[in-house]
């Protein structure tokens, strides 16, 4: 046979090749700075987010779904923050005692103040007004 013969890759080189750029996307995806439409965002009006006794005196509650943490201090206040990171969007989804850490890039924030206790991010979590209305906590944007 004469001629020249079609270039063929090897199994293992095209699965390879498919792996790294798996890889390459999904670490694309969490590094994405929430632009996209199904982003994770902070509440924009106010949220019902259950009994109030639910958050310890001294600690605080995540509140997944609705992207706030709220803290409650020994004398019974409550402070409200986003639990959207700061430094790319991501939506931390982790409290252990007062403090939060983001799963994509490892911030740590306190849940009580929002200031950042390490990086990357360097700005604090957005604060967020906290009522407790009829046993209930709601809380939202600033007013």
Known sequence: ???????????????????????????LTACSTGSGGGAAAAPTAPVDLGKADEVPEGGAKLYKDE?????????????????????????????KGTELTCNCHGSKFDATTGKVLHAPATAPLEELSVTVEGGKIVAGPQK
């Open 67 to 95: 992207h706030v943490v709220v803290s409650r201090t020994e004398d019974g206040r409550y402070k409200a923050f986003s639990t959207i990171c700061t430094h790319a969007g991501c939506p931390i989804g982790m409290l």
């Open 1 to 27: 046979m004469s001629g020249t013969t079609p270039s063929r890759i090897s199994r293992r080189t095209a699965l390879r090749g498919a792996a790294v750029a798996g890889t390459a996307g999904l670490g």
